[in-house]
């Protein structure tokens, strides 16, 4: 079945204790993205990547790093999380080229920094 | 910034048409329009997207204007299944911006 797949789904932690939520796809997808969503602000890019080590900032890259040594892995890591880190995380993977290609979203991470 | 406005709420009668519009008047030649949606807080799911003919699909039709500043998505009966989020987004190059959204209710 194809899919995108996160781990963990839920998680609290502590502020300053480093974390990574790790990013699965199966579909050969070169297009690879993170966005969180927060209540009354929609969902806002954080990272995207074009293909294997090939990564650039979204609209809000402050505090977060990413990593793309493998096609289908996208791990979004929180070096030093603070509680406005709080929320709802989505990875997302898509084809590239010529013409449009559609968005698979992955199931959700919902964080909780304390 | 969004490349795209949608109304925050709408409602639409369970059996009827729910008709959605977006504007994207800033939409260059090579843009796609897409549209997805939110049910509760699960992943945004693909519903349709086009460049500048109407396009229809099981799911649902969009309607995009002659001049490619507008359109419209059109669920063609509404169930109760189909209350959520629903985004337009105008891919701008590799960078992709979600605006709020219009959270679509269907009254039964």
């Known amino acids: 079945e194809a899919q995108v797949t996160q781990n963990p789904r839920y998680l609290i932690t502590v502020t300053g204790k480093k974390l990574t939520v790790t990013c699965s796809q199966n579909m050969n997808h070169e297009y690879m993205s993170w966005y969180r969503q927060d209540p009354g602000l929609g969902l806002r890019q954080i990272y995207y990547s074009m293909n294997v080590e090939a990564t650039d900032k979204g609209d809000v890259p402050e505090g977060y790093k990413v990593s793309r040594k493998e096609k289908r892995n996208f791990p979004l890591i929180l070096e030093s999380p603070s509680p406005n880190q709080t929320s709802l995380y989505f990875c997302?993977?898509?084809?590239?080229?010529?013409?449009?290609?559609?968005?698979?979203f992955g199931p959700g991470t919902r964080l909780t920094v304390t | 910034d969004a490349k795209t406005t949608q109304p925050p709420s709408m409602d639409c009668a369970e059996g009827r048409a729910a008709n959605l519009p977006c504007n994207h008047s800033t939409i260059s030649g090579n843009e796609y329009v897409y549209w997805y949606r939110q049910i509760h807080s699960q992943g945004p799911q693909y519903i349709i997207h086009?460049?500048?003919n109407n396009e229809t699909n099981e799911m649902a039709s969009l309607i995009i204007t002659e001049d490619r500043k507008s359109s419209t998505l059109i669920l063609p009966h509404a169930t109760l299944r189909d209350t959520a989020v629903y985004y337009c987004?105008?891919?701008?190059?590799?960078?992709?911006?979600f605006g709020k959204g219009t959270r679509l209710h269907i009254l039964p």
């Open positions: 987004i105008v891919r701008e190059g590799d960078k992709i911006i």
């Open positions: 997302a993977s898509s084809f590239l080229g010529i013409g449009s290609y559609e968005q698979y």
């Open positions: 086009g460049l500048k």
